[in-house]
Structure formats: structure tokens, C-alpha cells
Nanobody, 116 residues
Framework: QVQVVESGGGLVQAGGSLRLSCAVSGSFSTINRMGWYRQAPGKQRELVATITSGGSTNYADFVKGRFTISRDNARNTVYLQMNSLKPEDTGGYYC??????????WGQGTQVTVSS
């Protein structure tokens, strides 16, 4: 069984920063890709950023230059450093871990609220 737990969300003013963490535990072989997704009220979940086990990253256009994804393979943990936050960044932030080729595990999410 695999557990995915996010932390680090909260309330911040526009222009501020937050750092999200996502730790994966349990029994698994190799975590290939890890990623952050977000979902605002009434909207579909969307990709924010992903990172492979080798460190290759991919970002949504709306966070490029503001957010940075990083990963600690030894700790099975992925981070999302969010700077210059905007009110439109508000939403639930979810971590996804891809084990092997097809197995995907999601966390319960952490709430980020950016006030104007």
C-alpha cells in the first residue's frame, strides 16, 4: 500500500510565498514521475508541475518563473516552492506519484489561499 501526504498549505497575501511538501511512503518499487496539480472551486483539476526521477521538470505556463518543483529521491519527497503568489493561485493542491509505468497514487490535498 502506498500513502501520499501533502503539507505546507495555508493562507498568504498576494506576493507572498509558500512551500508545499509531499511525502510518499509504503511498499513500492520506484517512483518515476511526481507532480503537483491544483483545483479551484468549480473548476477542473489542472497540472501545475511535474518532475521525473532523473530531475527533468515540466511546468504549466501560468506558474513558469514563479514556482519551482524539486525532489529528494532518498526521502521519496517532492516539494513545490511557490513565490509571487496571486489570488488566482488559490485552490486545493494535490500531489500525484507514479509508481512503475501505470500505477498512480494521489494525496488528499492541501489548501492554498491567497488573499488580495
Amino acid at each position: 500500500q502506498v500513502q501520499v501526504v501533502e503539507s505546507g498549505g495555508g493562507l498568504v497575501q498576494a506576493g507572498g510565498s509558500l512551500r508545499l511538501s509531499c511525502a510518499v511512503s509504503g511498499s513500492f518499487s520506484t517512483i518515476n514521475r511526481m507532480g503537483w496539480y491544483r483545483q479551484a472551486p468549480g473548476k477542473q483539476r489542472e497540472l501545475v508541475a511535474t518532475i521525473t526521477s532523473g530531475g527533468s521538470t515540466n511546468y504549466a505556463d501560468f506558474v513558469k518563473g514563479r514556482f519551482t518543483i524539486s525532489r529528494d529521491n532518498a526521502r521519496n519527497t517532492v516539494y513545490l516552492q511557490m513565490n509571487s503568489l496571486k489570488p488566482e493561485d488559490t485552490g486545493g493542491y494535490y500531489c500525484k506519484a507514479t509508481v512503475g509505468v501505470f500505477l498512480e497514487y494521489w494525496g488528499q490535498g492541501t489548501q492554498v489561499t491567497v488573499s488580495s
